[in-house]
Every structure is written in structure tokens, then in C-alpha cells.
Antibody, heavy 129, light 110 residues
Framework: QLQLQQSGPGLVKPSETLSLTCTVSGGSISSTTNYWGWIRQPPGKGLDWIGNVFYTGATYYNPSLKRRVTISVDASKNQFSLNLTSVTAADTAFYYC?????????????????????WGQGTLVTVSS | QSVLTQPPSASATPGQRVTIFCSGG????????INWYQQVPGTAPKLLIYSNYQRPSGVPDRFSGSKSGTSASLAISGLQSEDEAYYYCATWDGSLNGPVFGGGTKLTVL
């Protein structure tokens, strides 16, 4: 059974960088049919996609966060990581890592399916001095 | 403001059937398959329905999904107390070039 285990600090100071890591077990991160993504959820609010990484290192980011986000992959450790720079109180949220299963139909340049099927346990990251 | 629109709340008594609706547009639900997630407070979301109506292994057949045009729905029959949770619809948005979520519906089992 695939499992995603998150690690990283729960408290980050304003203007600093939020860093989280997700370790994948029970399967390989080097899959051609999966992305590895990050989603966040401010307390009491809904879900927002942050971005994904493919095992090759290719990345896809939410345009609203693109300037501050870096997602990277380390296939040798079966891990992927999130860095979010210049954080403010508005970045306080539960952060989740997740596996994305997808099929991209190149004939129509569109996803036939795309869903988050395995999730990490979540990390509450509070931005405060 | 979420790209996909869901009612903020729904309620029903044990044993009843409840339906949660999700509304979008041509660039998201109208063009791509819909997924549903269940989130019990204090836990991570869980995939409940994918590709409009498919259930992952372990999800009871009391849960069913459908899609028509730019709207989708999640139906739960034989409601149980453990179904009390938040339910989110989600899909790909071709205009925004990323996945989008509904604002979530809090289901209360009375």
C-alpha cells in the first residue's frame, strides 16, 4: 500500500522560507503515470493546489504562487519537497502532499483524467514571529 | 471564491439518501472528468469518486457520482453517522491550467 509521510517544521517566521518534504513508501516516485503534488488548506477553509512535480523534475505551479514556489524531486530517496519563500500570515495552512494519477491525451492536448489518489497526513504550518 | 460551486451545507437522517451538487463551467467540468473527496475534520482528504463515477477500492457502493454538462453530483444512500464530513468536488481547468476544487459541503447526519 502506497504511503506518503510528510516532515518539516510547523512554525515559520514571516519573510522566511517554508520547507516540507514528502517521503513515498510502498511504490516508486519514478512512475510515468503519476505526478507528485502539494495542496494547502487554510484552517476552516477549502483546498488549494500549490503545484506538482514529475519524476523527471518537470514542474507545474499554481500561477498565483508560482513566483514563490519551488517543488523538487529526489528519486534516489523517493522523496519530493516544497519550498515556499517570503511567507506571510496568509500562508498559514495545513499542507498536504499527494500523488496525482493522470492520463494526458496528446491528440487533444488535454487530461483524460487527473485526480489525487493518495495523500500525506498533513502538516499545519503556522507563520508567526 | 472557488472556481467550482457547492452548497456550504447539507443534512439528512441516518438511512436517507442525500445528493451534493457541484457547478462549474465549460473549461472545467464541461471538458474534464470530476472527482470527489471526503474529509473528516482533523484528517487528510480521501479520494471518494474519480473519473465521474468510479469508486476506489474500499469505497462502499452507497457512494455514487454523476456528471451532466457543466454540473456534477455526489449521491450517498443509506446514510450513516460516519458519513458526516466535508465533501469536495474537483477537476482540471483548461483555462487556469491546473486542478480546481469546490468550496466544500459540510454534511451533517442528524
Amino acid at each position: 500500500q502506497l504511503q506518503l509521510q510528510q516532515s518539516g517544521p510547523g512554525l515559520v517566521k514571516p519573510s522566511e522560507t517554508l520547507s516540507l518534504t514528502c517521503t513515498v513508501s510502498g511504490g516508486s516516485i519514478s512512475s510515468t503515470t503519476n505526478y507528485w503534488g502539494w495542496i494547502r488548506q487554510p484552517p476552516g477553509k477549502g483546498l488549494d493546489w500549490i503545484g506538482n512535480v514529475f519524476y523527471t523534475g518537470a514542474t507545474y505551479y499554481n500561477p498565483s504562487l508560482k513566483r514563490r514556489v519551488t517543488i523538487s524531486v529526489d528519486a534516489s530517496k523517493n522523496q519530493f519537497s516544497l519550498n515556499l519563500t517570503s511567507v506571510t500570515a496568509a500562508d498559514t495552512a495545513f499542507y498536504y502532499c499527494a500523488r496525482v494519477s493522470f492520463y494526458f491525451d496528446s491528440d487533444v492536448s488535454s487530461y483524460h483524467y487527473y485526480y489525487f489518489d493518495y495523500w500525506g497526513q498533513g502538516t499545519l504550518v503556522t507563520v508567526s514571529s | 471564491q472557488s472556481v467550482l460551486t457547492q452548497p456550504p451545507s447539507a443534512s439528512a437522517t441516518p438511512g436517507q439518501r442525500v445528493t451534493i451538487f457541484c457547478s462549474g463551467g465549460s473549461s472545467n467540468i464541461g471538458s474534464h472528468t470530476i472527482n470527489w473527496y471526503q474529509q473528516v475534520p482533523g484528517t487528510a482528504p480521501k479520494l471518494l469518486i474519480y473519473s465521474n463515477y468510479q469508486r476506489p477500492s474500499g469505497v462502499p457502493d452507497r457512494f455514487s457520482g454523476s456528471k451532466s454538462g457543466t454540473s456534477a453530483s455526489l449521491a450517498i444512500s443509506g446514510l450513516q453517522s460516519e458519513d458526516e464530513a466535508y465533501y469536495y468536488c474537483a477537476t482540471w481547468d483548461g483555462s487556469l491550467n491546473g486542478p480546481v476544487f469546490g468550496g466544500g459541503t459540510k454534511l451533517t447526519v442528524l
